[in-house]
Nanobody, 124 residues
Framework: QVQLVESGGGLVQAGDSLRLSCAASGRTSSIYVTAWFRQAPGKERELVAR????????YYGDSVKGRFTISRDNAKNTVYLQMNSLKPEDTAVYYC?????????????????WGQGTQVTVSS
């Protein structure tokens, strides 16, 4: 079992930056992929970015490419999401999720463990 705790959300203005953190505990060696998803009111949960724990390979959703960066520190069992040039449409609850092999695609259903979420609000 893996437990995930997100932190770093908040209220910022358009153009600002935020860094989210996702700290994992428990059977962290079983993690294959860690991802950030987000869900805005009335919208479906969407993949923001994901990274493989061993190789560091990354993938980004089209709406955040060039603005967000996902990174990992395996020694700390932590994955980060650096968000730059934030826009009001980035406002959402951001969730960290982890998948065991061979799962971990762009589909939220392929993830085994979820954090509680952290709110990011971007004002115009």
């Amino acid at each position: 079992q893996v437990q995930l705790v997100e932190s770093g959300g908040g209220l910022v203005q358009a153009g600002d930056s935020l860094r989210l953190s996702c700290a994992a505990s428990g059977r962290t060696s079983s993690i294959y992929v860690t991802a950030w998803f987000r869900q805005a009111p009335g919208k479906e949960r969407e993949l923001v970015a994901r990274t493989r724990r061993i190789t560091g390979t990354t993938y980004y959703g089209d709406s955040v490419k060039g603005r967000f960066t996902i990174s990992r520190d395996n020694a700390k069992n932590t994955v980060y999401l650096q968000m730059n040039s934030l826009k009001p449409e980035d406002t959402a609850v951001y969730y960290c999720a982890a998948a065991t092999p061979p799962l971990g695609s762009n589909w939220s259903g392929s993830y085994d463990s979820w954090g509680q979420g952290t709110q990011v609000t971007v004002s115009s």
